[in-house]
DNA sequence: CGTAGCCTTGAAGGTGATCAATGTTTGTGG
DNA sequence: CCACAAACATTGATCACCTTCAAGGCTACG
């Protein structure tokens, strides 16, 4: 994991600004918000930060896709949330007196965040109302995808795999979703409480079936509506 | 369901008051942050509002307790998350254009809710940083509890159940925790994705070790330290 | 007094976990 | 550039946990 030079910073605010939530602001705004913030280049598999640490940075994912994810009493971790470019990461715990880090954060693939420090959050961020109902918009999503889930704890493996793909999947070209995360049996797995082993059985069925296919981890779903047929 | 008079109102004021989210809050501003508000007094399982419904209303627990649900495909409900007084209902979608309730709200027992017209959130809470910063901290636990549930998929149902039951217990007696909720083994069987059967069985068995107790489903952990061992 | 909601128990069955072994791809350092 | 390790994918056999289905009892309440 490397940081980036100045100038390259001041490029990544525009960047900022083709995301929903900076669209209002002007770049000299974004200057403020982003006091002492730095890019993090990271490659596959490096943790930018640790569950149960102290928490004395936010940010945003710039590019790639990361993964949020939490030790479990068995060791191994479970995977809480994949967040794609745009979304923002230990937001919610900033205002905390001494914030830990709730989840371990794990770059999937080469990607790029922005790193803010905490204070700018209380200085900057924590009064800017509209910018705070953006973060809540953003959080009123993921919280609807965790509902969304938990409402599947009944159904079997199969729909359960099948909600998660199509929700990670680009909604762009409706006939051929592609997933641009580069995404793991183990990842899919861990973030539904399943094994390696039912998952792979699952899909490599699909794969025999061509309603997906996966190539470099890269999964595209071919037939969107047999894997819908899964949930109901 | 029933709502109540306008002197009735201004003593919800002072309850609100005992919140920690509204602490620092003077009544005249409390006056202002419910105008137009409604005490509903709400019976045993009475629904105060339903999964998909237009949101024109948000609200605080004030009394007694409450489920937040959601319909499966199955037809069954999906408890998402136990509300006890202090809480906020239904703020985070308030700022979205053409909100629809995410949830189902039921009351559990006897119990009091201040239903607060939308309009409201626009005018005077969005813009009031300090109040949303006490929501996100409110939403911060709840995303927590989600977490650490989604950390527990992989455990037995036992350690489940466990960890639901302490999370809701009333921590002010380390020695006997008292649930205040009256939860059904039902309640407890949808909010884990387990069946009713299932949950029965683990549960009558620690009733025969003493480990817990049940009347009018109020539940009391005799032997926390008893369920505590099934968590790890 | 009957219905509705909740709790209970038993038997049978299936879904997904566990364990074990092997193949494949990716990445790394000599 | 090759050798070797690490991460990832796969397959099969067995088994446990939880579900499903069915039946019955208890209590509250109109």
Redesign the pocket.
């Known amino acids: 994991m490397k940081s980036c030079s100045k100038p390259a910073l001041s490029a990544a605010l525009n960047e900022l600004k083709a995301f929903p939530i900076f669209q209002n602001y002007s770049i000299e705004r974004l200057c403020d918000l982003c006091t002492g913030a730095e890019i993090l280049i990271c490659k596959?598999?490096e943790v930018v930060f640790k569950f149960a640490d102290d928490a004395n940075r936010f940010g945003v994912v710039l590019s790639g896709a990361f993964k949020l994810s939490r030790p479990t009493v068995v060791g191994e971790d479970a995977v809480i949330h994949f967040s794609s470019p745009g979304d923002v990461v230990g937001a919610l715990i900033m205002a905390q007196p001494n914030p830990k880090y709730p989840v371990t954060l794990t770059a999937m693939g080469p990607s790029r965040y922005l790193s803010i420090p905490k204070n700018n959050f209380v200085q900057h961020w924590s009064n800017d109302s509209e910018l705070i109902m953006n973060i809540q918009a953003l959080l009123s999503t993921r919280m609807n995808n965790f509902h969304a889930q938990k409402a599947m704890l009944?159904s079997?493996?199969?729909a359960r795999i099948a909600e998660l793909l199509i929700k990670l999947a680009d909604q762009s070209n409706p006939d051929e979703l592609l997933i641009k995360i580069p995404l793991?049996?183990?990842e899919i797995a861990d973030n539904l409480?399943?094994?390696?082993?039912?998952v792979?059985?699952i899909?490599?069925d699909w794969?025999k079936q061509e309603y997906i296919k996966?190539s470099?981890?890269i999964i595209t779903i071919l037939k969107p509506e047999k894997l819908l047929s899964f949930i109901s």
Chains 1, 2 share one sequence.
């Open positions: 596959h598999r009944k079997p493996a199969a793991t049996r183990k409480g399943l094994t390696v082993e039912s792979i059985r899909m490599s794969s996966t470099d981890q």
